[in-house]
């Protein structure tokens, strides 16, 4: 199907009217990487080459289902790339081709760079129908996702970006697999089997082989002295004759000849030209799809997928609680001096300090203790415990004010949804006002509190000037995944950036690899202790004058206090950080 036809079918029948697989539940590997009898004899045909300038829109039948898989797996494959860009290593490095690899393989996403005979190096040959499948799964996969993204021009610029990134990554793997594995040539079948407009007057369509010609001998020799002075390469290579415009960067930079408006490049800087095609195809053609879009807007099936699926979560589902991964009230102050994230870290700081924490607080904070194994009965022994505290609020003000809160969070209250903890990107991008102690503090802290609050994890200054430099440049992800491989001496399972606050807990506990097979073993770390009410009237004593300043104080100060009046941590802590992943790994 063309996307955005035919589209006013039941939910239980697929796109394009044919009878679906509404009610199955998940595809086999096979499926989801589209390998079927039938599409075996199709691909053949349809793709003859492994990349793609996405010309042409598939024509098919789809189910919604495995619409919605598709766009999913295409949205963690362009996330991928993203994530690993910001990690640091230089792009298309082979350290970064590798570590992309190796992440796709884990997630089970490697068909999208699996599209030839040759994988990676590897020698082994790839079964036919097997990679022409993953071609398809590449072909659909891209013009769904197109759908949900031609809607604004930041998510327009997001997926031309990482549009083009991975297929800068496929052209080198495919480059390499001719190269050192004597594979198929796939860079010649692309300029065979792609197309592009000749800029004269009757738009004649030609393969990018033909646009793109090699010069004849007899010109390259007439050139030779200025072709050797302008590229410094050598004369052996192909060189490409093409209207300069086409390309300006090469022109841009002094690396190519000009010679009566045409540019003479040199075969290694063809991917400098097809990349520039492919990027500026993608631009208008998702311009376009921006346009078509009022069309499926009819269809509200789809709708309200297209619309969420930039918003949506793609990392490991941290809301569910097993059996064993109980956590106790009175456990979460050490917890959280221990295994909790910095902004978690934070509102707990808070609570410890004033007693309190604003409406959005208690969401992220409530959510995110939910997701560590904390019961709705003992979040509302917790937050009672600590709330009363404050002179100002008794067991009824609490029961009238907070405690509808937390039984929302919980699914008990409003549209009753088993609500799940936030993921890092949803916390970044809120907004903290004055007095509120939400968010990502590497996103919405001060460098000057932030340094303090690094610092406390007992960081030296070098290293707290590292994770600073990412926030700098943005990368507030990444300059928390630094934080936590500087304090527990080991990488985040994930790379170099947090997806996830309960990502940060689990790997810090050391729970993850358990936490996936089962709970009971996950939690073994965890001491089993019976619940006990966070409340002691000996603290509650002792802390009363305190309290009955704070309780004078507005919001604004009541964040100065946070900021100010948290006891910075030693060295110790940070023994007590690696002692304790230590104890985690025993
Ligand atoms: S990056 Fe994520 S886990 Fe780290 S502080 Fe920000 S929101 Fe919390």
Redesign the pocket.
């Known amino acids: 199907m063309e996307f955005g036809t035919n589209l006013n079918n039941s939910a239980n029948r697929s796109i394009s009217g044919t009878p679906g697989r509404a009610g199955k539940k998940g595809f086999s590997l096979r499926e989801r990487q589209g390998v079927t009898r039938r599409r075996e004899e199709e691909v053949g045909v349809e793709y003859p080459s492994a990349l793609q300038l996405y010309g042409t829109p598939p024509v098919m039948d789809i189910s919604l289902e495995q619409f919605e898989e598709w766009a999913v797996e295409r949205l963690r494959l362009l996330r991928t790339i993203e994530k690993h860009n910001m990690g640091g290593r230089q792009k298309f490095s082979k350290e970064w081709v590798d570590c992309i690899w190796e992440d796709l393989g884990k997630q089970g996403l490697d068909h999208y760079v699996k599209l030839g005979d040759r994988q990676h190096l590897r020698e082994e040959k790839v079964p036919r129908e097997v990679f022409m499948a993953h071609r398809k799964v590449d072909h659909v996969s891209h013009f769904i996702l197109r759908l949900a993204y031609c809607r604004t021009e930041e998510l327009r610029r997001w997926f031309v970006t990482h549009e083009t990134d991975l297929f800068r990554l496929r052209w080198s793997l495919l480059k390499k697999d001719k190269e050192y594995t004597a594979g198929e040539d796939h860079i010649t079948q692309f300029m065979e089997s792609n197309f592009d407009t000749l800029e004269d007057k009757a738009r004649t369509v030609v393969p990018l082989a033909q646009k793109y010609k090699p010069i004849s001998a007899e010109l390259k020799d007439s050139l030779r002295e200025d072709l050797t002075a302008c590229s410094s390469g050598s004369m052996e290579v192909l060189f490409y004759q093409v209207p300069w415009v086409e390309a300006a960067d090469l022109v841009k930079a002094r690396r190519v000849l000009v010679r009566a408006g045409l540019a003479y490049i040199p075969e290694s800087d063809l991917l400098s030209l097809v990349v520039g095609l492919f990027r500026s195809r993608t631009s208008r053609d998702l311009t376009q799809a921006a346009k078509a879009l009022p069309v499926l807007e009819e269809d509200g099936r789809l709708v309200g997928m297209i619309q969420s699926l930039d918003k949506r979560y793609t990392g490991e589902d941290y809301g569910t609680t097993k059996q064993g991964d109980r956590v106790m009230p009175a456990q979460i102050p050490e917890l959280a001096k221990l295994n909790f994230?910095?902004?978690?870290k934070?509102m707990q700081e808070t609570i410890n300090t004033v007693h309190h924490i604003k409406y959005k607080s208690r969401l992220q904070y409530g959510l995110f203790l939910k997701g560590i194994g904390l019961t709705l009965e003992d979040a509302l022994k917790f937050f009672r415990g600590e709330f009363t505290k404050r002179q100002d609020v008794d067991l009824d003000k609490f029961d009238k004010e907070y405690a509808y809160g937390i039984r929302y969070n919980y699914g008990k209250e409003g549209k009753k949804k088993n609500w799940q903890p936030?993921?890092?990107?949803k916390?970044?991008m809120e907004s903290v006002g004055p007095g509120e102690t939400h968010?990502?503090?590497?996103?919405h802290q001060e460098t000057r509190t932030l340094r303090q609050r690094v610092e406390s994890y007992g960081l030296k200054k070098e290293e707290v000037d590292r994770i600073v430099a990412k926030v700098e440049e943005g990368h507030?992800?990444v300059?928390?995944?630094l934080?936590?491989s500087l304090v527990h001496l080991k990488e985040l399972s994930t790379g170099d950036?947090?997806?996830?606050?309960n990502?940060?807990y689990l790997e810090s506990r050391g729970l993850v690899a358990a936490g996936k097979e089962g709970g009971a073993r996950a939690n073994k770390h965890i001491k089993a202790t019976h619940a006990s009410l966070y409340s002691s009237q000996a603290t509650q004593d002792s802390q009363a004058p305190q309290e009955a300043s704070l309780a004078d104080m507005d919001d604004s100060d009541l964040l100065e206090v946070m900021d100010t009046g948290t006891p910075l941590s030693t060295q110790d802590l940070l023994e007590q950080y690696r002692q304790g992943d230590k104890e985690n790994r025993e």
């Open positions: 994230p910095l902004c978690m934070s936030y993921d890092c990107m916390i970044i968010g990502c503090p590497f996103r507030y992800q300059a928390c995944g934080h936590y950036a947090v997806t996830h606050p990502q940060w």
